[in-house]
Protein backbone atom coordinates (compact mmCIF):
# COMPACT_ATOMS: atom_id res chain seq x y z
CA UNK A 1 0.00 0.00 0.00
CA UNK A 2 1.70 3.29 -1.02
CA UNK A 3 -0.14 5.19 1.54
CA UNK A 4 0.98 2.65 5.03
CA UNK A 5 4.00 4.12 6.27
CA UNK A 6 3.88 1.53 9.04
CA UNK A 7 4.18 -0.89 6.21
CA UNK A 8 7.07 0.78 4.21
CA UNK A 9 8.96 0.98 7.53
CA UNK A 10 8.29 -2.68 8.78
CA UNK A 11 9.29 -3.64 5.07
CA UNK A 12 13.23 -3.37 5.39
CA UNK A 13 15.69 -4.15 8.24
CA UNK A 14 16.72 -0.05 7.22
CA UNK A 15 14.34 2.54 6.58
CA UNK A 16 15.50 6.50 5.65
CA UNK A 17 12.60 8.41 4.88
CA UNK A 18 12.63 12.15 3.56
CA UNK A 19 9.57 14.54 4.45
CA UNK A 20 9.71 16.20 1.10
CA UNK A 21 7.61 19.59 0.18
CA UNK A 22 7.69 20.18 -3.31
CA UNK A 23 7.38 24.02 -2.53
CA UNK A 24 10.45 24.14 0.07
CA UNK A 25 13.55 25.83 -1.00
CA UNK A 26 15.68 23.46 1.47
CA UNK A 27 14.00 20.14 0.85
CA UNK A 28 14.70 21.37 -3.39
CA UNK A 29 18.28 21.74 -2.28
CA UNK A 30 18.48 18.11 -0.43
CA UNK A 31 16.53 15.87 -2.98
CA UNK A 32 20.22 15.47 -5.42
CA UNK A 33 22.00 14.55 -2.23
CA UNK A 34 19.18 12.21 -0.71
CA UNK A 35 18.97 10.40 -4.18
CA UNK A 36 22.60 10.29 -4.34
CA UNK A 37 22.94 8.75 -1.22
CA UNK A 38 19.84 6.14 -1.58
CA UNK A 39 21.40 5.12 -5.30
CA UNK A 40 25.15 4.73 -3.07
CA UNK A 41 23.62 3.26 0.58
CA UNK A 42 21.28 0.43 -1.58
CA UNK A 43 24.42 -0.80 -3.67
CA UNK A 44 26.29 -0.92 -0.63
CA UNK A 45 23.67 -3.00 1.17
CA UNK A 46 22.61 -4.71 -1.53
CA UNK A 47 18.82 -3.14 -1.45
CA UNK A 48 18.32 -3.81 2.27
CA UNK A 49 18.22 -0.29 2.49
CA UNK A 50 14.47 1.40 2.19
CA UNK A 51 14.14 5.13 0.97
CA UNK A 52 11.22 6.90 0.84
CA UNK A 53 10.65 10.35 0.26
CA UNK A 54 6.85 11.32 0.44
CA UNK A 55 5.13 14.80 -0.58
CA UNK A 56 3.82 16.88 2.02
CA UNK A 57 1.23 17.63 0.55
CA UNK A 58 -1.96 16.32 1.58
CA UNK A 59 -3.27 13.39 0.27
CA UNK A 60 -0.27 13.12 -1.91
CA UNK A 61 2.34 10.52 -0.18
CA UNK A 62 3.65 7.62 -1.75
CA UNK A 63 6.29 5.56 -0.58
CA UNK A 64 9.48 4.39 -2.97
Do not use: M
Amino acid sequence: DPYNFDAFVEAAPLTIVEFYAPWCGHCQQVAPRYLAAAAALSEKHGGRVAFGAPSAQPGSARWR
